[in-house]
């Protein structure tokens, strides 16, 4: 299977960057919804999902919000794969019976994360890594039964729950995204400055690393997909692997 299809929930609120970002990144056949505009999958005919960052907090009481955890609990409990990213990365935590909470800080700019390297969502990147970051909620309790994967001294950086992955940095930001993230931030000016001059080829070279993930997941479920055709077609045997 080449091509998998993948329901990307898009919560970024209209931010034209998160939908150029993702279909450069993600080797697959996308269909885009924006959960912010309250717009859902009618199926969930899917062969994996992926959950993009937001402005929003995964806690608050807003019925787009309600909505995409219930089509997303719907979603895990067929056994989807999916892959969160920052904002994704919490709710998938929190429809998991996770706790996301506002960490009295903000994580912004090229950080140095490192990975327990347990997981294939992690294959070729290296164990200490860069990624452009940029939260102030975070998962402070994992679901039952997850395992971290990835932190440093902010937060959680990674999970696993079965099928389920989330990462809270952001491995699709290229320069112009990170940029214009920080200009609207309100930010005291030195820190703005002094994250603005972060963002520079060299950085954003060496953050082209936690890309992996993409590709990583991709195949993964590439290989769930062909699992699930076998057993469809009465094979005992089992296709690809799992970690």
Not at 45 to 61: A, H
Not at 121 to 128: E, K, N, R, S, Y
Not at 164 to 185: N, S, W
Not at 187 to 202: C, F, M, S, Y
């Amino acid at each position: 299977m080449s091509h998998v299809r993948i329901a990307v929930l898009n919560a970024a609120h209209e931010d034209a960057n998160t939908t150029r970002n993702f279909r450069r990144e993600l080797d697959a056949s996308l269909a885009e919804f924006d959960v912010t505009d309250g717009e859902l999958p009618p199926h969930h005919e899917f062969d994996g999902l992926v959950v993009t960052g937001s402005r929003s907090s995964v806690y608050w009481e807003e019925a787009w919000i309600d909505a995409a955890k219930e089509w997303v609990s719907e979603a895990l409990e067929q056994g989807m794969p999916a892959l969160g990213i920052c904002w994704g990365h919490q709710l998938l935590a929190d429809v998991l019976g996770g706790t996301v909470e506002d960490m009295g800080a903000y994580e912004v700019g090229y950080s140095e994360i490192d990975h327990h390297g347990n997981s294939r969502l992690f294959d070729g990147i290296a164990q200490t890594f860069t990624a452009f970051t940029s939260h102030a909620d975070a998962v402070t309790e994992l679901p039952p039964g997850a395992t971290p994967l990835a932190e440093n001294e902010y937060s959680n950086h990674g999970f696993r729950k079965g099928r389920v992955f989330g990462v809270q940095f952001h491995p699709e930001y290229d320069t112009k995204t990170a940029r214009e993230l920080v200009h609207r931030k309100d930010l005291d000016p030195d820190r703005r400055d002094a994250v603005l001059a972060e963002i520079t080829d060299e950085n954003y070279a060496a953050a082209c690393e936690a890309k992996l993930v993409f590709e990583n997941f991709i195949e993964f479920v590439r290989e769930t997909a062909a699992d699930t055709t076998a057993t469809v077609d009465g094979q005992s045997e089992s296709v690809g692997r799992s970690d």
